[in-house]
């Protein structure tokens, strides 16, 4: 069963705006990332926050982790028509299992 | 550095045949990774693979098999296909060694197959 749950299921915008993403997920994980997927291609990874840390930053991408609600968001600024795509977080548990649980993804669409 | 590679990208089987998916890892990773995508159950992790063992494998049924070879390329059958097993299969790569967490994957482009 997947146990990150991604809010909100899509979200359009236009190009310029911001883009906020939020993930919930229900074990204690060691890390969670963020992937992005172009219409059914390939996933690439984007960011990894560790369970200590609390916020990281990659270029316009802004991730925040909260342990105690068992939660993260992504931001993506100043957002480009090419950003439209699909977003997933990924947790891996603190068993070391070596696998990442998925969320169900936000569609993010970024009107020119 | 050549990235993970997915062959075949798509194919269509008939319900009760078999299908073999074979997946490139970048070069010096030696853990490769299967998942399995489709619109109702979204990703799902089918196993892993790391020096030609299998190290973890997820909650699928029996007929979803894999191994590794020693060039750390590795395959996943299929037996017995039915409908729901249409999917996008994604393999990806790591650095990863025995004992460490997981970290950044490296996804290949994926194989598209259809059950008819």
């Known amino acids: 069963s997947q146990q990150g749950e991604e809010d909100p299921q899509a979200l359009s915008i236009q190009e310029g705006e911001n883009a906020t993403m939020n993930c919930s997920y229900k074990?204690?994980?060691?890390?969670l990332q963020w992937y992005r997927q172009n219409s059914g291609r390939g996933l690439v990874h984007l960011i990894l926050?560790?369970?200590?840390?609390r916020e990281k930053h990659s270029g316009r991408l802004r991730v925040t982790l909260d342990t105690s609600k068992k939660s993260s968001s992504l931001l993506i600024t100043a957002s480009r028509a090419a950003d439209t795509a699909s977003y997933f977080c990924?947790?891996?548990?603190?068993?070391?299992?070596?696998?990442?649980?998925f969320g169900q993804g936000t569609t993010l669409q970024v009107k020119p | 550095k050549a990235g993970v590679t997915q062959t075949p990208r798509y194919l269509i089987k008939t319900r009760g045949q078999q299908v073999t998916l074979s997946c490139s890892p970048i070069?010096?990773?030696?853990?490769v990774s299967w998942y399995q995508q489709t619109p109702g159950q979204g990703l799902q992790f089918l196993f892993e693979?790391?020096?030609?063992?299998?190290?973890n494998k997820g909650n699928f049924p029996g007929r979803f098999s894999g191994r590794q070879f020693s060039n750390s390329r590795s395959e996943m059958n299929v037996s017995t296909l039915e409908l729901g097993d249409s999917a996008l299969y994604l393999c990806?790569?790591?650095?990863?060694?025995?004992?460490?967490?997981?970290?950044?994957?490296?996804f290949g482009e994926g194989s598209r197959l259809t059950v008819l």
């Open positions: 926050i560790r369970s200590n840390e």
């Open positions: 070069s010096g990773h030696r853990s």
């Open positions: 074990t204690s994980i060691n890390n």
């Open positions: 990806a790569s790591s650095l990863r060694a025995s004992g460490q967490n997981t970290g950044e994957l490296f």
């Open positions: 990924a947790t891996v548990g603190s068993g070391n299992t070596g696998k990442l649980i």
């Open positions: 693979y790391f020096s030609e063992t299998q190290r």
